[in-house]
């Protein structure tokens, strides 16, 4: 499910206003404000299709009439060549909005195309992929989405909905047990508690003391094998750290149930789509004599 309207305008408002600041000076002193054009949006790959809804918002923010042929949605599997939607308007529209929304639609497909690729080598064991909060400052709303249309699944959205004891916090604070106490006494019913663990040792500790998941923190092939045995199911168990597309299936074969890859939202390669004008029609200036 896309994010709220009021935050997908948002965030494309403000990447309007960063991209064309007050004026485009190529494109008003050069395009007739009645020039009409058709573009269409094709893929120069193959993948996963995301955000293209999103994408031709950025389109009627800047003039709501604005009109579109949306042949591929979201979640559908898209080869070179097809041709995605097509886009009817002002041509100063069109080229106003071509790099926001391109920018968008080809990080969002770049990341569902990712995470479906690692899900699809998953398939058949425990494992589910899910995202982290590696993401970039402002999108993450739109790169969690994606991360769901490529089949994967969403850790926490932000720190208060899930409270994780990482290694920085028990090196504050003290003890895997003490910290998980302490935490029991003041956080309400509805909020897990997960435990960042480095070894066997404070595996077995985060179980003991009751922490409802266990992620084995860059843990090798043996170490996780032998802590899915331990917990034998009374915790969930994240694998985390070092999940590349050569290693995620030895580490799926273990047991864990959730695999978090950071690199789906921080590091993917963006998904190649360009937008081709089929049609102009210009309306010319009339001569300065005349004016």
Known sequence: MQPLQMEIDSIIINAIRE???????????????????????VAKDSGILCGIEIALRVFTLLDDKTEFDIKLQDGERVKNGDIIATITGKTKVLLKGERTALNLLQHLSGIATMTNRLVKLVEGTNASIADTRKTLPGLRSLQKYAVTVGGGKN???????????????LDAYGSITNAVKALREKLGHTVMIEVE???????????????????????DIEAMSKAVKIVSGKAKIEASGNVTEETIVSIAKTGVDIISVGAITHSVKAFDISMKMATVTLHPLPPLGSL
């Open 197 to 219: 663990t480095g070894n066997l040792n404070e595996v077995e500790e985060a179980l003991n003391c009751g922490a409802d998941i266990i992620m084995l923190d860059n843990m």
């Open 155 to 169: 850790h926490r959205y932000n720190l208060s909905d899930c409270a994780m004891l990482k290694d920085t916090h």
């Open 19 to 41: 991209d064309i600041n007050y004026i485009d000076v190529t494109t008003d002193y050069l395009i007739p404000e009645d020039s009409v054009s058709t573009a269409k949006y």
